[in-house]
């Protein structure tokens, strides 16, 4: 078959990933395809998967993406005729301690807040289930009926077969070997064929996708590492349908097959493969067996499964796959090209994500949106560091050895540390600083008092910081603290179009006077928030943008794709500016004795923008808060910012201003109801079903993004509501996701959990859901309690905020 010279897309690789993305475009968007793969289809990593298919992830989304191919799975054959080999075995995980044991409950609590059924089972099950186990050791398991497992390759032909069916065009054999690009825009993709000019291309080349990006100049973070198991002889009393296992406090899972098993773990000291390019000819190719490595896991098996101990092994499959930094795989619009989309680095879960993976890639591909929240999979949630091959190797091995280790709520990676540092690094280790990485940036999450251990101790109930952390927070609340947040993302927005420019791009007013500032969600095309940020103007043709630390990338790709043409441009000068924090009742007195500016409710508003003079260094000073506080976010100059720094905690002495971490900003946030994006307000939710919509403003303006789908949804009843939820008791732990209950009955589950230290109690934020509508009257008419861990505990249901609910300490 000959190449044809267009194609609408070019889909690169032929693995699961490639092949269900062409499908989808095929079938549901009735797309002009291209799949060109070098080898042989399933030649990369997607023929010696094993072929376990997982569903429960701790995100709903991705959940839902993978009960997205389980139904895909289910039905594929009837639509091909091939079959996919899918059998809904279930799963078992195998918990040996208690800490692993409450991971569970917690997990069961989410699967049911996600919709789906996992059930905590006794040893005495476990063992009646599947008599071949040794449960002498477990303190009981968790078992998911709907998961299961599938052959990797026949899912893929089907996949291939369907998406040929729909009119889709495979091309075998055949390389791509660089693109030919226009600016950031790919026109044509040069192959070992044949040239074939297309509109958009979509990266599916497993672990070769980092080099297949970087001939379009982007990054896609990844590194092979090797992966090893085992397939046994058949074993007798080994039933067809037994369940897969995951067995995590052994490292190790199981999976039958033709009598036999396979088995496989994840070892705390992994192999990764080169660093350097992924050879081409790697098709159907292996590496040598390594008994010795692999032994680790034979050990921990045979305890586990002793008729292993006299089982033959067939076979060992020793192959790469790629894995991520982070654990999590790699979608959606690459931000240094215009129109190349990604699907790669799916750590180990590819085949369980594939079919849904290829669905939300197809429509990112189709409209330019992700169709759900798919921040924690989203190619934008990487920066600049991601391109230091070293940092990522470290970190990407670092987050497999942990694939099997009990997920410790706060718990932080130690690889790669410290990256980068703010100027206060030192001063504030000197402080007793308790760092957390975030995007690189090292930042202060609490401060040890004297005599107290300056390190985080993994718990699954209240940690060794709970107190100093509690004491930072009462600090703020009663006196002042001094935040370090210069790792906040910054940037510019000027020109001489830049108020008409942004007005289009964001839902709040930010065309206000120089001098003003506006918190404002930008919204996508359903309305739903892509960012949450505030615009201050400091001139007619001048902007400052503030956002969060990790959404530096997402957030100016989005503004800069979707910035209308004209005298405009985007600047991110993140590195250039400091940012202190100085929240308290006691802000004002100690900002006085720095400046000379009048700070001043007349002269100095809250929600103004004012350049005054610290230390000899001219400071943006943004009236804000996200503690819910009197305060000043002061902007600095980077080589200022230690000299401001020492001023203020001088000045300050008096009033007992000490630095305060990001766990008590956390706390503090939370009682007062500040939404955090990404957990309570994503992608697929809009700002009235986030209670944010006194921040949009419709009237006196034109169009911009997301309006026409706010007032249609303006004409429909509210569907969810983001609501505020107190517990009664101190001593609960919440970390996100617990199922809330409204007359006994699940109507949705936290997007966010904590500890309020001025309530003295627990506080979680989460949407009701109905689909008749959520107005006010039903939201307060109910009675709530959350499912925490499978407990029932009653919950008082807050739509305003729980401190301070007029706002007369942040307008002192
Ligand atoms: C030992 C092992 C066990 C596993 N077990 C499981 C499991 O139980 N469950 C599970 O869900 N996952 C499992 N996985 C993971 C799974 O195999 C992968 O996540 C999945 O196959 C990735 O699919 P892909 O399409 O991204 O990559 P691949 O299958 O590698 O496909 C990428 C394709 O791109 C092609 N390509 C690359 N460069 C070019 C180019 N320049 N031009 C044209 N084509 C190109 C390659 O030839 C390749 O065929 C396992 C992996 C390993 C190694």
Redesign the pocket.
């Known amino acids: 078959m000959t190449l044809p010279t267009h194609a609408q897309i070019v889909v690169?690789?032929?693995?699961?990933?490639?092949?269900s993305t062409a499908y989808h475009l095929a079938r549901d968007h009735h797309a002009d395809v291209v799949l060109?793969?070098?080898?042989r289809?399933?030649?990369?990593?997607?023929?010696?998967?094993?072929?376990?298919?997982g569903q429960l992830r701790s995100s709903a989304s991705i959940t839902r993406v993978l009960k997205y191919s389980v139904e895909l799975y289910k039905g594929l054959a009837a639509e091909t005729g091939l079959e996919t080999g899918w059998k809904m075995t279930g799963c078992l995980r195998l918990a040996t301690n208690p800490d692993r044991w409450t991971e569970y409950r917690r997990l069961a609590t989410t699967a049911r807040s996600f919709g789906m059924e996992m059930q905590l089972i006794s040893p005495a099950e476990v063992k009646r289930m599947w008599p071949l186990l040794d449960v002498g050791d477990l303190v009981g398991a968790s078992w998911l009926p709907t998961d299961g497992q599938a052959s990797?390759s026949d899912i893929t032909q089907s996949l291939a077969k369907g998406a040929r069916m729909h009119g889709a065009k495979i091309h075998e054999g055949?390389?791509?070997?660089g693109f030919g690009m226009t600016g950031n825009r790919i026109t044509s993709v040069r192959?070992s064929a044949g040239e074939i000019t297309c509109d958009k291309v979509v990266n599916?080349?497993?672990?070769?996708?980092r080099?297949?990006g970087a001939m379009a100049g982007i990054t896609v973070p990844l590194q092979p590492v090797k992966?090893?198991?085992v397939v046994t002889e058949p074993i007798p009393g080994l039933a067809a349908d037994a369940a897969t296992i995951r067995d995590p406090d052994r490292r190790t899972?199981f999976?039958e097959e033709v009598g036999g098993l396979v088995m496989?773990g994840y070892e705390p000291d992994p192999q990764p493969w080169t660093t350097g390019d992924v050879p081409?000819d790697?098709?159907f190719r292996l590496f040598d067996d390594d008994y010795d490595h692999f032994e680790q896991h034979m050990v921990q098996a045979i305890a586990r499964v002793p008729a292993l101990a006299t089982a033959g092994i067939k076979q060992m499959?020793?192959?790469?796959?790629?894995f991520t930094p982070d654990g999590n795989f790699i979608l959606g619009a690459a931000p240094e090209c215009a129109n190349l989309f990604v699907?790669?680095g799916?750590?180990?879960?590819?085949?369980?994500?594939?079919g849904g993976a290829g669905w939300v890639l197809a429509e990112w591909v189709m409209t330019g949106e992700a169709p759900l929240d798919l921040w924690v999979v989203d190619i934008r949630r990487f920066a600049a560091l991601h391109r230091d091959r070293q940092w990522v190797l470290d970190r990407t091995l670092e987050a497999y050895g942990k694939h099997y280790t009990i997920a410790w709520p706060f718990e932080e990676y130690t690889s790669g540390r410290p990256r980068i540092t703010s100027p206060l690094y030192a001063r504030l280790a000197a402080h007793g600083a308790v760092f957390g990485s975030k995007l690189g940036w090292e930042r202060p999450n609490w401060f040890a008092p004297p005599g107290t251990e300056p390190c985080d101790i993994p718990a699954m109930g209240r940690p060794n910081w709970f107190q100093a952390v509690g004491a930072e927070h009462r600090h703020v609340r009663d006196a002042v603290g001094l935040f370090d947040q210069s790792s906040f993302a910054k940037y510019e927005v000027t020109g001489r179009d830049a108020a008409q420019a942004l007005d289009y791009v964001c839902a709040g007013d930010v065309t206000r006077a120089p001098g003003r500032l506006s918190y404002t969600q930008l919204l996508n095309s359903r309305g739903g928030i892509e960012a949450d940020l505030t615009v201050a103007r400091l001139a007619e043709d001048r902007f400052y943008i503030v956002t969060g630390t990790g959404f530096r990338t997402h957030d100016a790709a989005w503004i800069s794709e979707h910035l209308p043409a004209g005298d405009v441009r985007l600047t991110d000068i993140t590195e250039d500016w400091g940012t202190l924090s100085l929240m308290g009742p006691r802000a004002r007195e100690v900002l006085a004795q720095v400046t000379n500016a009048d700070l001043t409710n007349p002269a100095f508003p809250f929600g103004a923008v004012r350049e005054i003079s610290i230390a000899g260094a001219k400071v943006r000073a943004l009236r804000v808060t996200y503690v819910g506080e009197l305060g000043w976010e002061l902007h600095v100059p980077i080589a200022a910012t230690g000299a401001v720094f020492d001023a203020l905690m001088a000045a300050g002495a008096g009033a007992g201003i000490r630095p305060v971490g990001y766990r008590a900003l956390e706390s503090l946030r939370l009682e007062k109801g500040y939404r955090a994006w990404s957990a309570d307000i994503t992608p697929g939710d809009t700002p009235d079903e986030a209670g944010l919509g006194w921040a949009v403003r419709l009237a006196g303006r034109g169009d911009f993004l997301g309006r026409k789908a706010l007032e249609a949804a303006r004409t429909r009843p509210l569907a969810k509501r983001l609501a505020g939820f107190v517990l009664d008791d101190p001593e609960v732990v919440l970390t996100g996701r617990e199922t809330i209950l409204r007359g006994g009955e699940a109507v949705g589950y936290l997007t966010s959990g904590g500890f309020g230290y001025t309530l003295g109690r627990p506080v979680g934020y989460g949407y009701v859901r109905h689909a008749a509508g959520v107005d006010e009257a039903y939201l307060t008419s109910g009675a709530y309690a959350l499912v925490v861990a499978g407990e029932t505990h009653p919950a008082t249901l807050s739509l305003r905020p729980m401190v301070d609910p007029d706002n007369l300490r942040v307008k002192a």
């Not at 690169?12 to 092949?19: D, E, K, S, T």
């Not at 499959?317 to 790629?322: A, K, R, V």
């Open positions: 690169i690789g032929g693995g699961i990933i490639g092949c060109l793969e070098q080898g289809l399933t030649s990369g990593s997607t023929w010696h998967a094993a072929g376990l298919v990797p055949v390389r791509v070997l192959t599916c080349a497993g672990q070769w996708a080099q297949v992966h090893q198991y899972y999976k496989g081409d790697w098709e499959i020793h192959g790469p796959e790629s699907g790669a799916f750590n180990a879960f590819g085949i369980a994500s594939g």
